[in-house]
């Protein structure tokens, strides 16, 4: 059983309920492969995919993952809500609430609101990205994968590339891993890699080629064009040229390296579309992963007694 | 009015007193300080027909009362966070009577007819003396000069834009020269809004593991060293408010050698938390400057030890709950501290930091000649402005009896030692 | 102090039985499969397996069903269930499914079993196995082949101790810790 009634982050995971996530997942990857892709679990509880940033593919997962468990599912995303009209998170939140969610996925642009949920609301709150925070179902799904593909995380050295200092993403692999037992490596310019991470037990790397010796697994970042013209580095051409994977490059990681990416993807830029759709990717497995790793951990935060 | 105060410790290094006595106040003043030595059975028997009320401060210390340079009261415009008779009940709650309050206000304090309704509504409800600081610039946009001449006229002791930097430099040079007429000081929020860059946490660990955007440590210091220069460059009086990382404190102190004339003030939340406070995403720790790390917290003790820091303030920012009960980026930054700044300075005196003298001057008698105030401390004649301390009494903190209507504070629960007893103002008794 | 109510010979005598009991129902072994309900139920269900085949007759499939996520009781239970692996791996439908399970008692745990077969595929027939019936059914399930019926009281415990998990065979009654 999980500790709190909320996933917040990996942050306040341990060691154990990160693997009970995942030993579950595995369960529930078992129905995705069947003909009826659907269990009754979750019948009668309702889930609002609370979404204040625009997403697709990341509402999509949790709400088939929803589905899939029986569980009915509402779509709150905010240019078609109230909050535009000046509605504060509060009123929204108590809002959802009194419309009977037990399980409120949320995302959004502000570090601490699913904490602030959390502390006001009683259903269980799933962080789905809040600002540059956390992304922890994103690093479970990894986990997951890295755990199915190569029969374990502890010793593996996985190297994480792009812009670090925004990425939610980076942060939740980069607890999630290192309690695992891998050995985490950042790849990137100094001017996306925050000073302090280094007081975090990761390696700092600078160069794409010194980096990816003997790597055995790698998670490309997507680069935002938004941080283009923001002094971060001077055009996505450059960025591209110096941290984009490329076979020559890949060819310096070990040879049976995975190469992994949270998506959407920008071909061309920071992965060729070679590696994307070659044998190394995973890509397409991580998305399967997500929705199982979604159900996994909404039964464990609804499908039990909460006083 | 007539009234004694008999059998405290009354303490107050400006005047030289330190020891037992009774201090008789008639008609708002101090007319006897009754030291206990040879006449003194007679002389308190004589007193003590006369007085029409009587305290008992056995076992207290009295002490010139606080004075705070650096207040938010937020009168007028935005009344549903603060009035005028709200924030200084919560001062005299607190042990402070005088408080200095800002012009970020809604006008904002930028000329004299807000000086004169900000006198008048003191006048009319405050309980005790309130004295206006007025903006540097108008709308305190950093462009044009205020009228600084037309407002200490009408009341103001000092100019501060707080709230916001100066940032253009040859504005904050004219500031600083113009301000040499009046003789008064400069009060500088010192802080680099472009390294700031929308920050809301000290750029640090904690922001880096709580996601949140980073105020970097040199957004204050570099605004500092440009501020200590142009005040060495006029002459002019520069005070530096809400002094919060080691940097600062060592701008400041190389400055003072040098024999710049620079003041500085800290505030009770730099030398009891650091940015720690902030984990959970606890909007009442969200300040402007940033609660920093261990190493600045303990840089600041240093600095009030040494003298680099005159003056401990309380930058008294209080804000309606709905306010704080947000998302941490959206949350406005401040911490509403008269009534916890006694306890926890008194902290200061507990570890030995500082005596309880060097506390009087820190708290009173500095901020009186930063302000060129001479009709305080305890001597016959002045105004009676007064508080009654109790240096061991414990309590817990609880914002639900605070006076002020702010109740963001991150010291909930803390249990304190130390308070104010009963505080006097113009002659005026506040009780617990 | 529990009391033994099958000893490693009665539960090896029963399987037998039951094993023998089954061919004899069914005429024959066409179509049979044995699906076992985690954890007990598949031991015994391999078990089963392994007798049908000793008595000379053909290898039949053998699957394991894991009811958790069936469970009518998830928000009332205090431990949250532990998921196991679903493992059938051949078709269910137009098959006889003999479904294993250590103690019958309420029936809930069936009727969740039956709803997870059915999600699987189309069965000709389900048919139940138990090695304990202890009584006080709460819905209408009966078993087609039965160990030992052993009647009990709603606060006594009968727990099935199987070698593949404790290294012994044995059944034994318990009183009710408290609060179970």
């Known amino acids: ?307 | 009015m007539k009234i004694l105060i008999k059998n405290g410790h009354i303490i107050d290094p400006s005047q030289g007193l330190d020891g037992m006595g009774d201090i008789f106040i008639e008609n708002g003043k101090i007319k006897e300080i009754n030291m206990k030595r040879k006449a003194h059975d007679a002389k308190r028997k004589e007193l003590l027909k006369s007085s029409v009320r009587t305290i008992d401060a056995g076992g207290l210390f009295v002490m010139p009362g606080l004075i705070d340079m650096h207040v938010h009261l937020r009168e007028p415009g935005f009344e549903y966070k603060e009035t005028i008779k709200t924030g200084t009940g919560a001062a005299v709650h607190g042990g402070f009577t005088t408080v200095c309050c800002m012009p970020n206000t809604y006008p904002v304090h930028d000329n004299a007819s807000v000086t004169e309704f900000i006198i008048r509504r003191a006048a009319e409800e405050g309980s005790c003396t309130v004295l206006p600081i007025g903006a540097i610039t108008k709308g305190q946009k950093g462009e044009e000069l205020a009228e600084m001449g037309t407002m200490v006229k009408e009341g103001c002791i000092a100019f501060s834009d707080d709230g916001s930097p100066v940032m253009n430099s040859l504005i904050m040079r004219r500031a600083l020269e113009y301000s040499r007429t009046f003789e008064v000081p400069i009060i500088s929020h010192c802080e680099d809004i472009t390294l700031t860059d929308g920050g809301v946490v000290n750029e640090g660990l904690m922001s880096v593991t709580l996601g949140l955007k980073g105020i970097p440590a040199e957004s204050e210091e570099i605004m500092i060293y440009r501020d200590i220069a142009l005040a060495e460059l006029t002459g002019a009086r520069l005070h530096v408010a809400h002094v919060s990382t080691e940097g600062s404190v060592q701008l400041i102190r190389d400055a003072k050698n040098r024999g710049v004339r620079v003041t500085a003030e800290t505030c009770p939340h730099y030398f009891s938390l650091t940015e720690d406070a902030v984990s959970g995403y606890d909007t009442n720790a969200k300040v402007n400057p940033p609660l920093r790390t261990d190493i600045d917290r303990q840089a600041i003790k240093e600095g009030l030890r040494d003298g680099t820091i005159d003056v401990i303030a309380t930058d008294h920012a209080p804000h309606h709950a709905d306010e704080k009960l947000r998302e941490f980026d959206m949350a406005p930054s401040g911490i509403s501290g008269l009534e916890t700044a006694l306890g926890l300075s008194l902290g200061l005196v507990h570890e030995g930091v500082l005596t309880l003298k060097e506390l009087i001057e820190k708290m009173s008698l500095r901020p009186a000649r930063i302000l060129g105030l001479d009709d305080k401390g305890l001597k016959v004649g002045s105004v009676a402005d007064i508080v009654i301390v109790d240096l061991n009494r414990e309590w817990k903190v609880d914002p639900g009896e605070f006076v002020s209507k702010g109740r963001n504070t991150p010291f909930n629960g803390w249990i304190l030692k130390g308070m104010a007893a009963v505080t006097i103002s113009k002659g005026r008794i506040y009780e617990q | 102090m529990p009391k033994e109510l099958m000893n490693e010979h009665d539960i090896k005598r029963a399987l037998t039985r039951i094993a023998h009991e089954i061919i004899e129902k069914n005429r024959g072994t066409k179509d049979l499969c044995l699906v076992g309900i985690q954890r007990g139920g598949v031991h015994l269900a391999k078990r089963l397996a392994a007798e049908i085949k000793a008595i000379g007759e053909k290898d039949i499939p053998v699957g394991s069903l894991d009811i958790a996520l069936y469970r009518d009781d998830l928000t009332i239970r205090k431990e949250q269930p532990v998921i196991r692996r679903t493992e059938v791996p051949f078709e269910v439908t137009d098959l006889k499914i003999i479904l294993v399970d250590d103690v019958l008692f309420t029936g809930r745990s069936i009727r969740a079993a039956m709803d997870a077969i059915m999600d699987l595929g189309r069965p000709a027939s389900i048919q139940l196995t138990v090695l304990i019936d202890r009584g006080h059914r709460e819905l209408p399930i009966k078993a087609d082949f039965i160990g030992k019926n052993i009647p009990t009281a709603l606060s006594e415990v009968v727990e099935v101790q199987l070698r593949e998990e404790v290294g012994r065979d044995r059944v034994v009654l318990k009183k009710a810790k408290k609060g179970a």
């Open chain 1, 1 to 307: 059983m999980l500790k709190t009634k909320d996933l917040l982050g990996i942050k306040e995971l341990s060691g154990e309920e990160i693997n009970l996530i995942l030993d579950t997942a595995a369960g529930f990857k078992d129905v995705l492969g069947r003909d009826i892709k659907k269990v009754p679990t979750l019948r009668g509880k309702t889930a609002v995919n609370l979404f204040f940033e625009p997403s697709t593919r990341t509402r999509t997962s949790f709400e088939l993952a929803a589905k899939r468990l029986s569980t009915d599912v509402i779509n709150f995303s905010v240019p078609t809500s109230s909050v535009v009209k000046g509605e504060s998170l509060i009123d929204t939140a108590l809002t959802v609430q009194a419309l009977g969610a037990d399980l409120i996925i949320i995302r959004h642009s502000s570090a601490g609101v699913p904490h602030f949920l959390s502390k006001n609301l009683r259903a269980s709150i799933i962080n789905a990205g809040d600002g540059t925070n956390e992304h922890p179902t994103q690093a479970l799904l990894d986990a997951f994968t890295i755990k199915e593909k190569k029969g374990g995380i502890e010793g593996l050295t996985v190297a994480i590339v792009g812009d670090i200092a925004h990425s939610r993403v980076a942060k939740s692999n980069i607890y999630c891993l290192t309690k695992l037992g891998a050995k985490v490596r950042l790849i990137g310019p100094p001017t996306l890699i925050p000073k302090q991470i280094e007081e975090m037990p990761v390696a700092v790397f600078h160069s794409m080629e010194e980096g990816l010796k003997g790597v055995d697994i790698l998670i490309m970042l997507r680069i935002q064009m938004e941080r283009q013209g923001k002094g971060f580095f001077p055009s996505i051409e450059e960025y591209s040229k110096n941290w984009g994977i490329t076979s020559e490059r890949l060819a310096h990681a070990q040879r049976d390296v995975l190469v992994m990416h949270p998506g959407p993807m920008n071909r061309g830029i920071e992965i060729t579309s070679e590696i994307a759709d070659g044998p190394r990717s995973v890509i397409l497995e991580q998305v399967t992963n997500g929705i199982a790793v979604r159900m996994a951990v909404m039964y464990l935060l609804a499908g039990v007694r909460r006083s």
